[in-house]
């Protein structure tokens, strides 16, 4: 009953979560089998001015069935519009031709064709911008992740993604809107590939960055990364590698200089722990590195392959088992599977994956220190007191950070404790087995997440659906 309950959610949903069975192709030269987006991306950034020159290139197969007229992109660094962050000059299709008409509204950008790209077939669009990275700010620039700081420079999110087709209205492109509680990308993972060069840098310049990379002149790096959601950067003149392990996944921590060399070979050992155990739980990492990058900025963040940990968890460590070195450290860990390997419109329903990675801190606390849970719970959660509204609130329903952790990420928590109370740990850890298995590469919604219950578990979750959420019943939409 559980599988014919999911294969009717796929078709009900389908244009939901905008995927779509393969269109006929027509008479066109395309590969059906490679992934749906492609980026290729040729950068130079002057180390000196801070300015990031790129062309993008985009090969966008329609596996949809009626011809499209434009691409629409979803352009995070128009959310630094108080720094200018991007200077856009021209979109071209193919080499040369003009693609007049693109409009940036907010976030969204979208791109007019001259051709439209029939079923099946797919089409090359090329964009040329300009990056102007700003120094980390608190008031006008606080990503420090798309922002530069006396000891690194960190290039994240930083180009437009193709948006979701299909994902709201049939027929129609979806993008959030800008807002700054959360995060507010949804996006398919895609095949990339990028050239970097940097002019007058230094000589001792450490660059770092997920998948296959290699410096192919002096100051010159070709990166390949396929199934990214995103491509993450880092520079620094005082980066120091160390590594671990786990499998065969390569586990790299790229810390500064200036740490102190305990808290950068605990986060390691956390890391390096984490990922062999969500592995277990939730299945296979899907690339042979992941790095970890400390960020001279508040907190952290997870990219595809990549994450950062800040530097004030790892000057503040003190040694104790339970400190947000570690629990930061294992919550980005754990985004590589929600967020990197299965999406979700981080805009409007962010609990699919601030909650379970929150979560799959409770699950390392058991497995590697099981005398320290109830001090998890107490540093975590109860601390800083948990909401009270709906789990699956909006980023939207939110003017500051702390009610929306609250209530997405702790209250969250307790959601899905309570649930795994109800169902016992065989049904509750195959319910999370079973949603990573059926939406890797995907992008999930409230409707895939519940459906990947059996029809046993979902049933005897209502009450809790009922005391937890804005919308208890999401198979019924």
Same mark, same amino acid.
């Given at each position: 009953?559980?599988?014919?309950?999911?294969?009717?959610l796929?078709?009900v !949903?389908m244009g939901?979560v905008g995927?779509?069975s393969p269109?006929v192709?027509?008479?066109?030269?395309?590969?059906?089998?490679?992934?749906?987006?492609?980026?290729?991306?040729?950068v130079?950034?002057n180390?000196s001015r801070?300015?990031v020159q790129?062309?993008?290139t985009?090969?966008?197969?329609?596996?949809?069935?009626?011809p499209?007229?434009e691409?629409?992109?979803?352009?995070?660094?128009?959310?630094?519009?108080?720094?200018?962050?991007?200077?856009?000059?021209?979109?071209?299709e193919?080499?040369d031709?003009?693609?007049?008409?693109?409009?940036?509204?907010?976030?969204?950008?979208?791109?007019?064709?001259?051709t439209?790209?029939?079923? =099946?077939?797919?089409?090359?669009?090329?964009?040329?911008?300009?990056?102007?990275?700003s120094?980390?700010?608190?008031?006008?620039?606080?990503? =420090?992740?798309l922002?530069y700081t006396p000891?690194?420079?960190n290039?994240?999110?930083w180009?437009p993604?193709?948006?979701?087709?299909?994902h709201?209205?049939? =027929?129609?492109?979806?993008?959030?809107e800008?807002h700054?509680?959360?995060?507010?990308?949804?996006?398919?993972?895609?095949?990339?590939?990028?050239?970097?060069?940097?002019?007058?840098?230094?000589?001792?310049?450490?660059?770092?960055?997920? /998948?296959?990379?290699e410096?192919i002149?002096?100051?010159?790096w070709?990166?390949?990364?396929?199934?990214?959601?995103?491509l /993450?950067m880092?520079f620094?003149?005082?980066?120091v590698?160390?590594?671990?392990?786990?499998?065969?996944?390569?586990?790299?921590?790229?810390?500064?200089?200036?740490?102190?060399?305990?808290?950068?070979?605990?986060?390691?050992e956390?890391a390096?722990?984490?990922?062999?155990?969500?592995?277990?739980?939730? /299945?296979?990492?899907?690339?042979?590195?992941?790095?970890?990058?400390?960020?001279?900025?508040?907190d952290?963040?997870e990219?595809?392959?990549?994450?950062f940990?800040?530097?004030?968890?790892?000057i503040g460590?003190? /040694?104790?088992?339970?400190?947000?070195l570690?629990?930061?450290?294992v919550?980005?860990?754990a985004?590589?599977?929600f967020?990197a390997?299965?999406?979700?419109?981080?805009?409007?329903?962010?609990?699919?994956?601030?909650?379970?990675a929150t979560?799959?801190?409770?699950?390392?606390?058991?497995?590697?220190?099981?005398?320290?849970?109830?001090?998890w719970?107490? !540093?975590?959660?109860?601390?800083?007191?948990?909401?009270?509204d709906?789990?699956?609130?909006?980023?939207?329903?939110?003017?500051?950070?702390?009610?929306?952790?609250?209530?997405?990420?702790?209250?969250?928590?307790?959601?899905?404790h309570?649930i795994?109370?109800?169902?016992?740990?065989e049904?509750f850890?195959?319910?999370?087995?079973?949603?990573?298995e059926?939406?890797r590469?995907?992008?999930?919604?409230p409707?895939t997440?519940?459906g990947?219950?059996?029809g046993?578990?979902?049933?005897?979750?209502a009450?809790?659906?009922?005391?937890?959420?804005?919308?208890?019943?999401?198979?019924?939409?």
């Open positions: 009953m559980k599988y014919l309950t999911l294969l009717l796929a078709v !949903f939901t995927v779509s269109a192709a027509q008479d066109c030269d395309t590969e059906i089998s490679e992934r749906r987006t492609r980026y290729d991306f040729d130079t950034f180390w801070r300015l790129v062309e993008q985009v090969n966008y197969r329609n596996e949809f069935d009626e499209l007229t691409l629409v992109f979803h352009s995070e660094p128009h959310r630094l519009s108080r720094v200018n962050t991007m200077t856009f000059y021209n979109a071209y193919g080499e031709t003009v693609l007049p008409g693109v409009t940036i509204e907010e976030m969204r950008m979208t791109v007019p064709l001259i439209p790209i029939e079923p =099946g077939c797919d089409a090359q669009v090329r964009l040329v911008y300009d990056i102007n990275m120094e980390l700010d608190e008031e006008r620039n606080p990503l =420090g992740w922002a000891s690194q420079i290039i994240a999110h180009f993604v193709i948006a979701l087709y299909n709201e209205t049939p =027929g129609q492109w979806y993008t959030t800008r700054f509680i959360g995060e507010q990308a949804v996006t398919e993972p895609a095949d990339m590939h990028a050239v970097i060069r940097v002019e007058n840098a230094p000589e001792n310049v450490v660059f770092v960055a997920p /998948g296959a990379v410096e002149e002096p100051h010159v070709d990166i390949t990364f396929n199934g990214g959601r995103d /993450g880092s620094s003149t005082i980066y590698k160390s590594e671990q392990q786990v499998g065969d996944v390569t586990v790299e921590m790229y810390a500064l200089a200036t740490t102190y060399r305990g808290s950068v070979e605990r986060a390691l956390d390096a722990q984490a990922l062999a155990l969500y592995e277990e739980i939730y /299945g296979e990492y899907p690339w042979d590195r992941f790095v970890i990058a400390e960020g001279a900025f508040p952290g963040l990219l595809s392959g990549m994450v940990v800040s530097t004030d968890w790892f460590w003190n /040694g104790n088992n339970v400190h947000w570690t629990v930061i450290t919550h980005e860990v985004h590589q599977w967020y390997l299965i999406a979700n419109d981080q805009s409007l329903y962010p609990y699919l994956d601030e909650a379970l979560y799959s801190e409770l699950l390392y606390y058991e497995h590697y220190y099981p005398t320290m849970v109830e001090d719970w107490q !540093f975590r959660i109860r601390a800083y007191g948990v909401g009270t709906p789990v699956d609130s909006t980023v939207h329903d939110y003017t500051n950070w702390r009610p929306y952790i609250n209530t997405v990420y702790f209250r969250g928590v307790e959601m899905l309570e795994r109370q109800v169902l016992g740990d049904l850890m195959r319910w999370l087995s079973d949603y990573v059926a939406n590469d995907g992008v999930a919604t409707q997440f519940w990947a219950m059996s046993f578990s979902y049933a005897s979750t009450d809790l659906r009922l005391q937890y959420l804005n919308n208890p019943d999401p198979l019924a939409e």
